[in-house]
């Protein structure tokens, strides 16, 4: 739905065949409010997009990326017609010099509007093409608003002219495509970003980049993991402050981390208060919030989420590195069964009290289906070196895993965060050290070789301080740990943003 159409809203059937169906997980639904069924007789078979039309590559892609796809417009829909349709728009975003981004917005936009179908009769007003643009406010010609690679072009142009100087490379991609198509249903664009993200992902590499011109310079693409943006998404978070920890766990089974936020002072309730966003919604859906069974912090506590108990549910774990009644480094495990109210684990482990030089991450270290304790010293060790100690969970936290403590190959750092991930798959955890900086560094250690090589050293070239929580977690289901950056404060939006970058 584009400018100034205030009116209706419009809705863009998916076609099978010649009959308009509307179906979504095999169930026949009433068009919501945002989506009025249009009088039957404006429906019009779309056409194919040009050039080059529909290609088996179209079809694999569509194929591939259909299992992931969960947006409300377009969804498993996908196929390759409409693979071909976002071809052009990145191909179009690239000759222009523009990055990912730029696709993601586009393409985002195009799924709202029309479902990536390249509409050649107007079927709300006036509107036509993949961006549902309007020859009576200015977009152009009715010829040219259905040529995909115009339409295309006249989106960012009236993009560039809403946020000038590059202000679209940050904020909300949602309200971008808003500011630029001015709809009646503003909250249309929000949920196909993910969507977006996947299709751009799988395209971006594939289309073959204009040929330079001598007068040209080129640059080269970055390779590696953490050089593709997956997904950008403002959430429904105000800005987030130093009482707010971060951390990712599915919580509602769907196979989309979600955005776990802990609130451990200053709370309404007087309790640590935990808030669950959905993934899957691109963190602007609340899926729980509630208060915990734990008291307020004092900063001295980390917090982690694992499925302690194997009941298929994330529980909450956090660690009281100081400032503790026995004098050691204590554990908290609550339930979260019972919505975090009920606690399943409380004990002092062996570890001495430590400062904020240490970093906590829970996993399971020797796959005995126990979660482990993993705890990292990034500073001041005397071998100049991250050490770390693994507890054995199975023994409480009382007994330490392999050797005391492993000296690893990174060096140690002031303000280095540590995660565990299985880099490469090979069942053994390895440990991820990052450091926040203008391009932030990601360095995998490899735990089969006792943490003494890397498996891998990149610069992701996203600049990060201490306004960013930097997290590690597989978000698109392809097996490889991925980068999700959070910006908690200082957004344009004035809410926490998220960024993942694909590993």
């Known amino acids: 739905m584009n400018q100034s159409k205030r009116g209706r809203p419009r809705f863009t059937s998916i076609y099978a065949g010649s009959v308009a169906l509307t179906f979504i997980a095999g169930s026949v639904l009433m068009p919501s409010a945002a989506q009025a069924q249009p009088d039957t007789a404006t429906l019009v078979a779309p056409t194919n997009c040009r050039p080059g039309d529909v290609t088996s590559a179209d079809r694999v892609i569509a194929d591939q990326i259909r299992p992931l796809m969960t947006g409300r417009r377009l969804g498993s829909y996908i196929t390759g017609r409409r693979v071909a349709c976002a071809r052009i728009i990145v191909r179009t975003v690239q000759d222009r010099g523009l990055g990912e981004r730029a696709a993601v917005i586009a393409v985002a936009t195009a799924i709202a509007e029309s479902t990536l179908t390249n509409h050649t009769e107007a079927t709300d007003h006036d509107s036509l093409g993949l961006f549902q643009q309007r020859p009576s406010q200015g977009w152009g010609s ?249 507890l054995d969970g199975a023994s409480n936290f009382q007994q330490p895993l392999g050797t005391a403590k492993i000296t690893t190959a990174e060096p140690a750092a002031a303000g280095l965060q540590v995660a565990v991930t299985d880099w490469n798959a090979d069942k053994h955890p390895d440990l991820v050290t990052i450091r926040k900086s203008a391009k932030s560094d990601v360095h995998v250690l490899d735990g089969s070789s006792s943490l003494g090589r890397y498996l891998s050293q990149t610069s992701t070239g996203q600049a990060a301080d201490d306004r960013h929580e930097l997290l590690i977690s597989d978000f698109n289901g392809d097996k490889r740990p991925d980068l999700v950056v959070v910006q908690k404060s200082g957004t344009a939006t004035g809410r926490a943003e998220v960024t993942v970058l694909g590993g």
């Open 142 to 390: 009715p010829g040219q608003l259905v040529d995909p690679i115009y339409a295309t072009n006249a989106f960012l142009n009236a993009m560039f002219r809403k946020y000038p100087n590059g202000a679209w490379r940050t904020g909300d991609i949602g309200a971008i495509s808003q500011r630029v198509q001015v709809s009646a249903t503003p909250g249309a664009y929000t949920p196909e970003v993910p969507d977006a993200a996947l299709i751009v992902g799988a395209l971006w590499t594939q289309v073959a980049a204009p040929a330079p011109s001598a007068a040209k310079t080129t640059t080269t693409t970055p390779t590696g993991p953490f050089q593709s943006t997956l997904v950008t998404a403002g959430t429904e978070l105000g800005p987030l402050d130093g009482a707010h920890a971060l951390t990712l766990a599915d919580w509602n089974g769907d196979g989309k981390p979600d955005l776990v936020v802990v609130k451990a002072a200053g709370t309404v309730t007087g309790k640590t208060e935990l808030r669950i966003m959905d993934g899957s919604r691109g963190f602007s859906s609340l899926l729980l919030n509630t208060a915990t069974a734990l008291g307020p912090s004092d900063g001295t506590q980390a917090y982690s989420v694992t499925d302690w108990n194997a009941d298929g549910k994330p529980d909450l774990v956090v660690v009281q590195r100081s400032g503790t009644a026995s004098g050691h480094v204590e554990i908290r495990v609550v339930d979260g069964a019972s919505y975090f109210q009920k606690m399943l684990v409380e004990t002092a482990t062996t570890l001495a009290p430590a400062d904020d030089r240490f970093q906590y991450a829970i996993a399971d270290w020797n796959a005995d289906g126990k979660p482990d304790l993993i705890s990292a010293q990034t500073a001041g060790t005397t071998s100049k070196k991250v050490e770390v100690q693994v």
